[in-house]
């Protein structure tokens, strides 16, 4: 099937981490070949251009970060707009600002000072407090109580995880992040954007001295591709990788609807929340303000959870102790193979934001070059 050629790397999935690594390795003369099963670049942060709106086909990607290196390099390849994330939730027929702030808080109890809201906040985290959580539910009203839960969080978690709060272990909320100042900006970090024309541009810029090879599914011709490098990096689910022999790690997955609109402004907004379980999808993006656009039509996608499975896309590791225990077997079992890397979050079993996969697979191409 293939010549007798050889590389330095073969990396499986053209995402982030792959991408990334890729260039770094190919910048310092290493010969790498990348595969990919899609037939498309760029992972989850692939971008179709739908009449002139870049869509982001597996769920809205905002880059932030404070680290002023891992800025600079993505911005050396593309450059990056100013969006600023500021998503708002709705609920009941009304909106709400996110994340939870001053204008939040105003929304909810029509307060209008910092004090005003933090008594409201002792005040109805009382009950709870003392008491340790055993689940999601506890923790959460142990953290900001009532309104808050019942209307934001209670919904959205049980239709991300699929199962009733109750049943979610308490950690998965470590904390909750509360503002009390009038801030809509979701996140904190120093620099946040959108790439100019979307992420396409920064995959192809990272790739564009590579050997690509999509549509090519790594698991079709195990036994040749394993010949071909003397390295693999491996950016898929780890389990899989070692044929499941320790059991399978579970994940969520997403459904995505695109719909193309003929008005110029839908919602408003690049992003809201839907909190009620009412509401199959958890959110809807218009992705047209991910960049401003001032286009005459819009094009908008409904998010939908769902179970995991073979015909699906694992999105979310189960951070579960069942899970972690079982993955961290796995690693113990990757640790035995010196000529392979995993990476990204698939590899690692872990929700990394981009920033970090980006200085993960940063870091190992470092470690590489100090072994040559």
Known sequence: MFSAQKYDYLIVGAGLF?????????????????????????????????????????????????????????NSFVKFNKFVNSPLAYFNGKMYNLPFNMNTFSQLWGVTTPKQAEEKIRHQTLPYLGKIPQNLEEQALALVGDDIYYSFIKGYSEKQWGKRTTELPAFIIKRIPLRFTYDNNYFNDKYQGIPIGGYNGLTKELLKSVEVRLNT???????????????????????????????????????????????????????????????????????????????????????????????????????????????????????????????????????????QVIAAALKLAKSEATQL
């Open 18 to 74: 792959g991408s990334v690594f890729a260039h770094q390795m190919n910048q310092i003369g290493k010969k790498c070949l990348v595969i990919d099963k899609r037939s498309h670049f760029g992972g989850n942060v692939y971008c179709e251009n739908y009449e002139g709106i870049n869509v982001h086909c597996y769920g809205a990607h905002i880059f932030h970060t404070n680290d002023e290196t891992i800025w600079n390099f993505v």
């Open 217 to 355: 599914d790594y698991f079709v011709d195990r036994a040749s591709f394993d010949t071909l490098a003397n390295k693999i990096v491996f950016t898929g689910t780890i389990d899989s990788f070692f044929e499941y022999k320790l059991g399978k790690l579970e994940y969520r997955s997403l459904r995505f609807e695109h719909e193309t609109k003929q008005i110029e402004n839908f919602q408003g907004n690049a992003v809201i929340n839907y909190t009620q379980r009412a509401i199959p999808y958890t959110r809807i993006i218009e992705h047209k303000h991910f960049e401003f656009g001032k286009q005459p039509h819009t094009v908008i996608t409904k998010e939908f959870p769902q179970p995991f499975s073979n015909h699906a896309e694992p999105y979310y590791p189960i951070n579960d102790i069942y899970n972690n225990k079982r993955y961290n077997q796995y690693k113990e079992l990757a640790s035995t193979k010196k000529n392979i890397h995993f990476g990204g979050r698939l590899g690692n079993y872990q929700y990394f934001d981009m920033h």
